[in-house]
């Protein structure tokens, strides 16, 4: 019923940035917060970053003052511009987007698929 897409991933040297998009579409009343995850091989996914609907932003403290999320509710799209980029940001990024559903009642939570950042000389 809602599709997340994700891109912008790929493979950059350290020190260099990249730009991570997530649209969501379908049946799609509002769109609630949404937020950035991560998975790196043989760890557990963790929380990178989350913006509310009101624009209130938090980031884990391994990437604070590097990565900047943002959202355009017209495009139903939050972003993820990552800048100073360390081996250690090597991951599959996931985006995840609470989804008020046009004829459905409540609050949903949807995972893009995901897109693989890697960060290597």
């Known amino acids: 019923q809602v599709q997340l897409v994700e891109s912008g991933g790929g493979l950059v040297q350290p020190g260099g940035s990249l730009r991570l998009s997530c649209a969501a579409s379908?049946?799609?009343?509002?769109?609630?917060?949404m937020g950035w995850y991560r998975q790196a091989p043989g760890k557990q996914r963790e929380l990178v970053t989350i913006?509310?609907?009101?624009?209130?932003?938090n980031y884990a403290n391994s990437v604070k003052g590097r990565f900047t999320i943002s959202r355009d509710n017209a495009k139903n799209t939050v972003y993820l511009q990552m800048n100073s980029l360390k081996p250690e940001d090597t991951a599959v990024y996931y985006c995840?987007?609470?989804?008020?559903?046009?004829?459905?009642?409540?609050?949903?939570?949807?995972w893009g698929q995901g897109t693989q950042v890697t960060v290597s000389s």
């Open positions: 379908g049946s799609i009343f509002r769109i609630n917060a």
């Open positions: 913006i509310t609907s009101g624009g209130s932003t």
């Open positions: 995840n987007v609470g989804v008020y559903s046009i004829g459905t009642p409540g609050l949903s939570t949807y």
